[in-house]
């Protein structure tokens, strides 16, 4: 018989040898997975590579793409053409009376009457702003806080005090504040919003640089029992990531013969407490051309509406939905596409929606063919008002006779134009927004019935009797 030792030895050394190969693979296993591990932790504490130094005075995105690459082809992509149900644009963006009639007749006797379009990106709200056929009448200064990288200008103007510069520029004409130049000769104000304007550019924080803004949620923190409230000191990181986009997407108002723009919310931010404020205020932005009420004209009251939905209540914030989290190697960034969510679902909603694209984009849709048909009835009943006050007036109706009918179309109008001009069709607050639509409905119908009263005589009259 063979033996079978050497059998037995040839079996072990191959196990030996099997064991140490498999114990060198773990081995190398294990430290290349702790190499990656020291390098993404390296990269991350080096979330990028400065090559260029931006201050304080750097308004250039370009300037800062070279330190930020992915974020400045985020926000170059904003010029980028893009659409949903509800918004969006090509090149240059449509008049919204094209798709709205009705709006024209809302505003008859106001600048929005002459030019009133769809929205477009971020890289357009500088250009859009010169180009509208609204500068035809005379425009204020102030509007430059929301459409430019304007801080630099301010603080200038100001001789360092942005507050000085800011209500220095509020009281020039648009085209003044436009030109305006340095001491040598250096035009001040050169891109849209950018990167500076929301970023500290030594920790590269986030922050709010607008005056108003700090005024406005200072006076909404006081009524809401919380005193001297500083938002770059006191606000969270994940409630800077609101407040930096609530700088612009607001509803405001310029106060006073210095047009200072304010944001009005000393009482709330509700579409009826910025109505009790404007109307403290004896607030008007004009009159109304058929009608003669006295009338307010909201801006983009995106904040605001957001304020009072289930996003707010379970604080998600303005970016994580239209600036989504992407992950590039170990370093986790915004995505500076700012955009519609229903463009980004899969980022945008799937963080924390587990349903399907078609799923989520059925469940906004269905919000936002909701809110626009209630819209559109509350359009069509500003409609039916105005050809009851319209008639009146014919007839002969005084202003003393009205003044129930103009009352209401104030409130009436008010409350469409909050949810028309608020650029989310509901989706932001659903239940609000069906809220305040209604009650649009209902003040409307109002003023028709008091338009019509103003001209039938009171039972006494047809009597042929008089009042001691």
Not at 169 to 174: D, G
Not at 443 to 465: C, H, V, Y
């Amino acid at each position: 018989m063979d033996d079978p030792q050497p059998v037995n030895g040839r079996r072990r050394a191959f196990a030996l040898v099997a064991l140490f190969a498999i114990i060198g693979l773990a081995t190398f296993g294990v430290a290349a997975l702790l190499m990656s591990i020291f390098e993404r932790k390296q990269e991350a504490k080096n979330p990028y590579l400065k090559l260029v130094e931006v201050t304080e005075e750097t308004t250039d995105p370009e300037k800062w793409g070279m330190n930020f690459p992915s974020q400045y082809d985020g926000y170059k992509r904003t010029a980028e053409s893009a659409k949903t149900h509800f918004g969006g644009s090509d090149t240059l963006p449509s008049q919204k009376a094209e798709k709205e009639p009705w709006l024209k007749r809302m505003f008859a006797g106001y600048a929005f009457s002459m030019d009133y379009r769809d929205r477009r990106g971020h890289a357009f709200m500088l250009f859009d702003q010169e180009h509208t056929d609204r500068q035809k009448k005379p425009q204020p200064g102030a509007c430059l806080q929301c459409h430019a990288s304007i801080i630099p200008a301010y603080r200038a103007i100001g001789n360092g005090d942005v507050q000085k510069g800011f209500e220095a520029v509020c009281a020039m004409s648009y085209q003044q504040a436009h030109d305006l130049v340095d001491a040598s000769g250096k035009k001040l104000i050169n891109h849209p919003v950018s990167c500076v304007d929301c970023h500290d550019p030594s920790t590269m924080k986030l922050r709010v640089t607008r005056p108003a803004f700090m005024t406005g949620i200072k006076a909404l923190k006081a009524k809401e029992g919380v005193a001297d409230y500083d938002v770059n000191r006191d606000a969270t990181r994940q409630e800077m990531r609101t407040f930096a986009c609530a700088q612009c997407h607001v509803e405001y108002y310029f106060k006073g013969p210095g047009k200072l723009l304010t944001y009005p919310w000393a009482k709330g931010t509700k579409v009826e407490e910025i109505e009790a404020y404007y109307d403290e205020q004896n607030f008007t932005d004009w009159k109304h051309a058929e009608s003669g009420a006295p009338l307010l004209k909201a801006q983009h009251p995106e904040f605001e509406m957001w304020s009072q939905g289930i996003h707010a209540r379970n604080g998600v914030s303005c970016a994580d939905c239209h600036m989504p989290f992407k992950r590039e190697g170990a370093i986790k960034v915004s995505d500076h596409h700012v955009r519609s969510p229903m463009l980004n679902i899969a980022r945008a909603c799937q963080q924390c929606h587990h349903v399907s694209e078609s799923e989520m984009q059925a469940r906004v849709e269905t919000i936002q063919n909701r809110t626009h048909d209630l819209m559109e009835r509350a359009a069509k009943s500003l409609m039916d008002m105005l050809d009851e006050i319209t008639k009146a007036r014919k007839a002969g109706a005084t202003d003393a006779q009205l003044e129930a009918a103009l009352k209401l179309h104030r409130r009436a109008q008010w409350r469409l134009d909050f949810v028309a001009a608020e650029n989310s069709m509901g989706f932001h607050a659903p239940q609000e927004s069906a809220r305040i639509l209604g009650e649009a409905i209902d003040f409307a119908r109002q003023a028709q019935l008091e338009a019509r009263a103003a001209l039938t005589p009171s039972p006494d009259a047809k009597a042929g009797n008089s009042k001691p």
